[in-house]
T-cell receptor, first 115, second 110 residues
Framework: DTGVSQDPRHKITKRGQNVTFRCDPISEHNRLYWYRQTLGQGPEFLTY????????KSRLLSDRFSAERPKGSFSTLEIQRTEQGDSAMYLC?????????????FGEGSRLTVL | KNEVEQSPQNLTAQEGEFITINCSYS?????LHWLQQHPGGGIVSLFMLSSGKKKHGRLIATINIQEKHSSLHITASHPRDSAVYIC????????????FGSGTQLTVLP
């Protein structure tokens, strides 16, 4: 098991461009989470999938943000028309089991810099 | 008001010292995670606990559900323990997400 992997690890883009991040969770994990983390702060919840269903979205997830998990395996997080305030680390995590149980496994994160 | 408060925010210790990081939260929880984050971003789950105490190597985590408080202890600290330690309660009312503290930056000097 290779753990949770995220790609790309770093992305630098100009304001207004679209970016897409990919997360490959641990294969048997049915629950997948996206978080955003800015410098000096803890992660903030963005969205959550159980299998392919997106069950919850944070108010932080504006209409420029969209996430998918089409086959219940990997997930993508797309940010359209990026703004400088989108610069952050985007973290993906996965776990198995019931809603509030199961150890959470994080990826290394995708760091976005919007110029 | 933050739902999760960690203290201290920053901690510098000498190698070998006993370290304690505290976490207080205001919501009812089903479990609480302690996470470790190294420079570069990767987060590792250290503990998930819902009662009592857990130990893994030099790390010990305790939780008091009634007092809504948890502590992470590091015995015989080492420079490689330098990282950000994050407390993340799993609220009972929110079946799907964690609430994260802002983290404690620990630096262990040789």
């Amino acid at each position: 098991d290779t753990g949770v992997s995220q790609d790309p690890r770093h992305k630098i883009t100009k304001r207004g461009q679209n970016v897409t991040f990919r997360c490959d969770p641990i294969s048997e994990h049915n629950r997948l989470y996206w978080y955003r983390q800015t410098l000096g702060q803890g992660p903030e919840f963005l969205t959550y999938f159980q299998n392919e269903a997106q069950l919850e979205k944070s108010r932080l997830l504006s209409d420029r943000f969209s996430a998918e998990r089409p086959k219940g395996s990997f997930s993508t997080l797309e940010i359209q028309r990026t703004e400088q305030g989108d610069s952050a680390m985007y973290l993906c995590a996965s776990r198995s089991g019931l809603a509030n149980t199961g150890e959470l496994f994080f990826g290394e994160g995708s760091r976005l810099t919007v110029l | 008001k933050n739902e999760v408060e960690q203290s201290p925010q920053n901690l510098t210790a000498q190698e070998g010292e006993f370290i304690t990081i505290n976490c207080s939260y205001s919501v009812g929880i089903s479990a609480l995670h302690w996470l470790q984050q190294h420079p570069g971003g990767g987060i590792v789950s250290l503990f998930m606990l819902s009662s009592g105490k857990k130990k893994h190597g030099r790390l010990i985590a305790t939780i008091n559900i009634q007092e809504k408080h948890s502590s992470l202890h590091i015995t015989a600290s080492h420079p490689r323990d330098s990282a950000v330690y994050i407390c993340a309660p799993n609220p009972t009312g929110s079946a799907r997400q964690l609430t994260f503290g802002s983290g404690t930056q620990l630096t262990v000097l040789p």
